[in-house]
């Protein structure tokens, strides 16, 4: 079955701590997104890649970094830089950007961050 | 003016009528939108797609697209508690694969 696969479900940080968070797909989907989504609150773009070894920053990217060193992972490392990491962190993918119709992005099923 | 603007509600509806969502956007030069269903504590699922004017019809969910008047709409139609939840429209961006993303109504469906 096909699909984007988000873990851990749940993550704890420490103060001064980086963590990393895990998105695979295995869609063949050649773009793939993060998002941070705080309560009550819309989604909020903090990276994108639409191939292998290349990355975009969204607009929240500051305190994040990623890695696309293969089409099916797409890691995000919120690093201590980041003061206010707790939310809830959405993994997407979506069809390449190249085709004639722009394609819906689908989502994993998310990782709740949390500071200790 | 946002990118994509939608009333954050919440709007409640009685079991079995018709729950109307509606969605504005700014980028004219926009082809495709899409509606996403979210409940609370889940990640957003795809429920409608469209690209061309008019109405498009899935089961009880209907969307409704005027580019003329850069506007787009997501009926539910006989309305159901499991309905209850928050929906997305969702516009691609000026860059190549964003999607921008609207704020979301928050749908309530009361028995």
């Known amino acids: 079955d096909g699909g984007i696969t988000q873990s851990p479900k749940y993550l704890f940080r420490k103060e001064g701590q980086n963590v990393t968070l895990s998105c695979e797909q295995n869609?063949?989907?050649?773009?793939m997104y993060w998002y941070r989504q705080d309560p009550g609150q819309g989604l909020r773009l903090i990276y994108y890649?639409?191939?292998?070894?290349?990355?975009q920053k969204g607009d929240i990217a500051e305190g994040y970094s990623v890695s696309r060193e293969k089409k099916e992972s797409f890691p995000l490392t919120v690093t201590s830089a980041q003061k206010n990491p707790t939310a809830f962190y959405l993994c997407?993918?979506?069809?390449?950007?190249?085709?004639?119709?722009?394609?819906?992005?689908?989502f994993g099923d998310g990782t709740r961050l949390s500071i200790l | 003016q946002k990118e994509v603007e939608q009333n954050s509600g919440p709007l409640s509806v009685p079991e079995g009528a018709i729950a109307s969502l509606n969605c504005t956007y700014s980028?004219?030069?926009?082809?495709?939108f899409f509606w996403y269903r979210q409940y609370s504590g889940k990640s957003p699922e795809l429920i409608m797609s469209?690209?061309?004017?008019g109405d498009k019809e899935d089961g009880r969910f209907t969307a409704q697209l005027n580019k003329a008047s850069q506007y787009v709409s997501l009926l539910i139609r006989d309305s159901q508690p499991s309905d209850s939840a928050t929906y997305l429209c969702?516009?691609?961006?000026?860059?190549?694969?964003?999607?921008?993303f609207g704020s979301g109504t928050r749908l309530s469906i009361r028995p």
């Open positions: 980028d004219r030069g926009s082809q495709s």
């Open positions: 969702a516009v691609p961006g000026s860059s190549a694969s964003k999607i921008i």
């Open positions: 869609l063949n989907h050649d773009a």
């Open positions: 469209i690209y061309s004017n």
């Open positions: 997407a993918s979506s069809i390449s950007p190249g085709t004639s119709r722009d394609q819906p992005q689908h």
């Open positions: 890649s639409q191939i292998v070894n290349d990355f």
